[in-house]
């Protein structure tokens, strides 16, 4: 059919500089191996920090809510697909965040662009971090609200920025938690007291730190202690909780405002009872089994010690995110395509993802890997580095 010239010129395009990628379907579960056509590779590309996806628990309870309440709801939650385990999943994530309330939307992408679409108007200013999320600055740019952008975690640049919004009527300032290319954690005692200061309010992005850091995996405001004074904390559902979902933690105010204004909230079918049942039992999980957390962790600092020593660039990440740095474009997408062709499944991530010239494998380790599996990721990263004269 004519009409997508003008589209398919840019993806040559795309082919010429290397950086056109096909998708890559799995043919098993997730989990420490996956298999990719037809064979087994060591998976360090997934966000599944736990292994829940995967975990009998979540299976079971997925199962059971089939079972008992059907496939599907058939409407949206402020019609008729609100199920009483909507709310149990609502009260347990408000509990466990430590705040008044909670919501759940369909992913942690709308949730973000359902937040900041709806508490902003055009006599409000944003202030966000350069490399927050998609999510967010999309969500920014469904708002009539004056945009402020601060350099990456740079509080003078922050204070800046607030010290010229006086006059709104309200400041938002927005952060990633953990920053989800590089593994980097936000500075948010300093952005509190920021915020304290010059009377704005804090929303944290938790997509990565939710089931990582903090205890029990709370976050990032938990772990720095914080719990009370970040006014919006967001989750997924969908990384180490193992299942689907996005979340808005914060006062009984915000989460009745959004339930009338957020607009993916407003207008999209509801979780059928399958993935909010699993996400109850991660709930759970999460509480009774806090040995997996330790896992991840220890993993994470075998595979990141491992690295550093062949010689590996693997930037600033504090937490089990771990890229290693390529630099070029096409030169990242081939160390990743020697990587699955050696056994490991690492994805290569470039321009528009991360900045030009800032390519790299993203790896991310999981509490289910074995060490033996780490070393032998750790191996075939050593000689398809050395090949690619990467190392
Ligand atoms: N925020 C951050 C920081 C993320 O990394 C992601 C996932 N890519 C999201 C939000 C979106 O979450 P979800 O996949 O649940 O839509």
Not at 89 to 97: D, Q, V
Not at 119 to 139: F, P, Q, R, W, Y
Not at 187 to 205: R, S, T
Request: hydrophobic share 40%; net charge negative; with cysteine.
């Amino acid at each position: 059919m004519k009409g997508f010239e003008y589209l398919q010129s840019e993806l040559d395009d795309m082919k010429k500089e290397g950086t056109f990628r096909s998708l890559v379907p799995l043919e098993s579960d997730q989990g420490a191996k996956v298999v990719i056509k037809g064979k087994e590779v060591i998976q360090l590309s997934s966000n599944n920090y736990l292994g829940l996806t995967s975990h009998p628990r979540l299976r079971k309870a997925a199962l059971e809510a089939v079972e008992t309440y059907g496939a599907g709801t058939g409407s949206v939650r402020t019609i008729a697909g609100t199920l009483t385990m909507h709310q149990e999943l609502e009260e347990k994530l408000a509990t466990f965040k430590h705040t008044e309330s909670a919501l759940v939307f369909q992913s942690g992408f709308t949730t973000n662009q359902g937040v900041l679409s709806s508490i902003l108007t055009k006599d409000d200013v944003v202030i966000s971090d350069s490399l927050n999320h998609a999510s967010i600055i999309d969500g920014i740019r469904l708002t009539k609200a004056a945009r402020k952008v601060y350099k990456h975690i740079d509080m003078t640049d922050l204070e800046t920025a607030l010290k010229e919004s006086m006059d709104f009527r309200v400041r938002v300032i927005v952060t990633d938690g953990v920053f989800s290319m590089d593994g980097n954690v936000a500075p948010l005692p300093e952005i509190v007291n920021l915020a304290e200061k010059y009377d704005a309010i804090v929303m944290v992005d938790d997509a990565h730190a939710s089931g990582v850091l903090g205890e029990n995996g709370r976050g990032t405001v938990n772990h720095f202690g914080l719990d009370g004074r970040v006014h919006i904390q967001v989750g997924t559902l969908s990384k180490a909780v193992g299942v689907l979902g996005g979340y808005v933690a914060s006062t009984k105010t915000l989460v009745e405002y959004l339930i009338h204004k957020g607009r993916p909230f407003l207008f999209s079918t509801s979780h059928p009872p399958a993935v909010t049942a699993a996400c109850i039992e991660a709930i759970d999980v999460l509480l009774e089994e806090p040995e997996l957390i330790e896992k991840l962790w220890d993993n994470t600092r075998f595979f990141k010690d491992g690295l550093k020593k062949l010689g590996f660039d693997i930037g600033k990440s504090d937490t089990p995110i771990t890229p290693v740095m390529v630099g070029d474009e096409a030169l990242s997408h081939e160390f990743s395509d020697k990587l699955l062709e050696y056994g490991v499944f690492a994805q290569g991530i470039a321009f528009p993802t991360v900045a030009k010239g800032q390519a790299r494998v993203r790896t991310i380790v999981t509490a289910e890997h074995t060490k033996q599996e780490l070393q032998e990721a750790l191996n075939i990263f050593e000689k398809a580095g050395k090949e690619l004269e990467i190392i």
